[in-house]
T-cell receptor, first 114, second 112 residues
Framework: DTEVTQTPKHLVMGMTNKKSLKCEQH?????MYWYKQKAKKPPELMFV???????INESVPSRFSPECPNSSLLNLHLHALQPEDSALYLC?????????????FGQGTRLTVV | KQEVTQIPAALSVPEGENLVLNCSFT??????LQWFRQDPGKGLTSLLL?????REQTSGRLNASLDKSSGRSTLYIAASQPGDSATYLC???????????FGTGTSLTVIP
């Protein structure tokens, strides 16, 4: 099973709302990632968790708050977003460090901020 | 920070043609490189992973090569089909194995 599951598939939220994106994998991967993708652009790295600890934060605004409650789950908490934050948010997982680090992606959450 | 460029940005070919997609990266200290395809509005599907110690990796009609010292990788697609139409992305992983950055992508259209 090489599946990464993201929920919800679509999300519309107002600028004052609080919402969360969820990502789940059961491949035993201990590295999980959040990427943001705007239309016709490549994915941009936001956060990396390694062994449930935040290892990389690509200078993402604090209105995005990641959380890794266990080795299978990754959340992205959203608060006071701006319309320019509308994008496809992608989650990925892989083994961290050396070895077979093939990464697998979920189908993404299409976020619209109104 | 790793800069990754893919050429061409877009490609339109008739069905049955063999084609080559190019990926170049600025920092040759990579651990491996992965090729993905992305259908419009969808997630990424892994195609091939090529380790830094390898020169080539093959899967079906796909063949990826890697020249780490010159910072280049190519993806060769044989006998292209309309179902191959998608955006293709390369992603070199840094030497720590902890993060990977995407290239600018090649949008491929295979015409029946």
């Amino acid at each position: 099973d090489t599946e990464v599951t993201q929920t919800p598939k679509h999300l519309v939220m107002g600028m004052t709302n609080k919402k969360s994106l969820k990502c789940e994998q059961h491949m035993g991967h201990r590295a999980m990632y959040w990427y943001k993708q705007k239309a016709k652009k490549p994915p941009e790295l936001m956060f990396v968790y390694s062994y449930e600890k935040l290892s990389i934060n690509e200078s993402v605004p604090s209105r995005f708050s990641p959380e890794c409650p266990n080795s299978s789950l990754l959340n992205l908490h959203l608060h006071a977003l701006q319309p320019e934050d509308s994008a496809l948010y992608l989650c990925a997982s892989s083994s961290p460090g050396q070895g077979n680090t093939e990464a697998f992606f979920g189908q993404g959450t299409r976020l619209t901020v109104v | 920070k790793q800069e990754v460029t893919q050429i061409p940005a877009a490609l339109s070919v008739p069905e049955g043609e063999n084609l080559v997609l190019n990926c170049s990266f600025t920092d040759s200290a990579i651990y491996n490189l992965q090729w993905f395809r992305q259908d419009p509005g969808k997630g990424l599907t892994s195609l091939l992973l090529i380790q830094s110690s390898q020169r080539e990796q093959t899967s079906g009609r796909l063949n990826a090569s890697l020249d780490k010292s010159s910072g280049r990788s190519t993806l060769y697609i044989a006998a292209s089909q309309p179902g191959d139409s998608a955006t293709y992305l390369c992603a070199p992983r840094d030497y720590t194995g902890n993060q990977f950055y995407f290239g600018t992508g090649t949008s491929l259209t295979v015409i029946p």
